[in-house]
Structure formats: structure tokens, C-alpha cells
């Protein structure tokens, strides 16, 4: 695992919560007690921790078997082992502390989670969305048309896969890495990497002939799986 520890500054009013990024899982770790420390100001952010997982196991909660030890840089500047949990177990904890610091996050993650239902109701909004979002980054419609016909591509892969008994993420992953190996001769992970991101869409970090030549490797593997039936 090949981690780079960083520290995020300018969420929670400023307050420093530290990080860690797992390249293998794409996912970011973040300290469990400097978010309690950010949305309590208890003296104590350790001690107030302690408590709360006490409660949380009590109530039958699963997130504290959500917690990951971590090793993360202390004040004293030595690497310590520390609770981390990942974003989506994040937010799961702060809808569990009763702050009113907490309140606003708590009521971005409502809207949130309305604005998706409404999307299933109707699923051009989520289209229109993603539209919205593209053209804010800045990116062209030409881009934007040629990005939905790509998702759309993808999909038709994937349906592909399932129909031939591909339906694990860890499958779709290995056989994804092939396709992106093939032309680049790297890994999707070590592929975002190499262009210096880490959450975001590969694709929308991509050239045209990057994109054509990922959109060629799919098309390829899409008539090889219908062919071999593998």
C-alpha cells in the first residue's frame, strides 16, 4: 500500500483534519478525532470519542467497527497509531454528534439525500446535473456530449460482463486494468497517479487521444466478451 499523508485545512472552518490516501482502495482516511475536535470543541476531542463509541456500541451501532488504525503525524511530530475512518463513515459519525456545529453538515447530507431520490423519480435530473457540473469545470459541450456517449459506452461493456458472469467490482477492476494496460502499459490506479489525481475521474482528466484510445480498448473487449463468451 502506498499511502501519502496530508493534512486538509479549509474544511471545517479551518480547522486541520488529518488525512491519509490509500492508492490501492482509492480512498481517503481521515482522523476521527480532529473531526470531534472540529464540530465539539471539547478540551478533550480524545476523552469525547472514547465516550461516544462506548454509546454507539451500546445502541448496536456498526460504524466504531468502521474504524481503521492508522498511523498519522502527532504534535510532538512522531507517527502515531490513530482512529481513521473513510468519508462515507464520516459523515455517518457526524450524524451522531450532538453539536450544533454539526447541524449544517447534517443538513447538506438531508438535501443530499433528497436531491437523489428525486433523481430516481426522475433520472434527467441527474443528467442535467452532470451537465451543470462539466460546463461549470469550464468543459465544452462537444466534450460534455462526447463524455455521456462514453459513460453510455461503459455500460454496454459492463452489460456485457454481467451477462457472462462478470459481477464483482474486484472482477470489473482487473479486467478494466487489462484494458487500460494494453495502450498505456499501467494501471488505472497507477494511471491516475502518473496524471496526479486521486479521487477524481480519470476520464475527465483525459486527452482526446487518451479517451479514444480507452474508448477503442473497450469497444474491443466488448466484441472479444460476446465472441469467447469468457
Do not use: H
Amino acid at each position: 500500500m502506498n499511502n501519502k499523508i496530508e493534512t486538509i485545512s479549509n474544511l471545517f472552518e479551518g480547522k486541520e483534519i488529518r488525512s491519509i490516501w490509500d492508492r490501492e482502495k482509492e480512498e481517503y482516511y481521515f482522523s476521527v478525532v480532529d473531526v470531534v475536535a472540529a464540530l465539539t470543541d471539547s478540551p478533550e476531542p480524545r476523552k469525547y470519542w472514547s465516550v461516544l463509541k462506548s454509546r454507539l456500541k451500546k445502541e448496536g451501532s456498526e460504524l466504531t467497527t468502521k474504524c481503521s488504525q492508522l498511523k498519522m503525524l502527532a504534535p510532538d511530530g512522531k507517527m502515531r497509531l490513530r482512529d481513521a475512518m473513510i468519508t462515507a463513515d464520516i459523515f455517518r459519525l457526524i450524524e451522531s454528534i450532538p453539536s450544533p456545529k454539526a447541524e449544517p453538515f447534517k443538513m447538506w447530507l438531508a438535501n443530499l439525500g433528497s436531491e437523489r431520490i428525486d433523481e430516481v423519480f426522475d433520472p434527467e435530473i441527474a443528467i442535467k446535473r452532470a451537465i451543470d457540473y462539466y460546463r461549470k469545470r469550464g468543459y465544452s459541450d462537444k466534450w460534455i456530449e462526447t463524455r455521456l456517449k462514453g459513460i453510455l459506452s461503459r455500460n454496454k461493456l459492463t452489460d456485457v460482463w454481467k451477462e457472462n458472469g462478470i459481477t464483482k467490482d474486484y472482477e470489473y477492476g482487473i479486467l478494466t486494468n487489462e484494458i487500460y494496460k494494453s495502450w498505456s502499459g499501467m494501471k488505472s490506479s497507477e494511471y491516475k497517479e502518473y496524471k496526479g489525481i486521486r479521487k477524481e475521474s480519470l476520464r475527465d482528466n483525459m486527452t482526446d487521444v487518451e479517451i479514444a484510445l480507452t474508448d477503442l480498448g473497450e469497444i474491443a473487449t466488448r466484441e472479444l466478451t460476446k465472441e469467447y463468451k469468457p
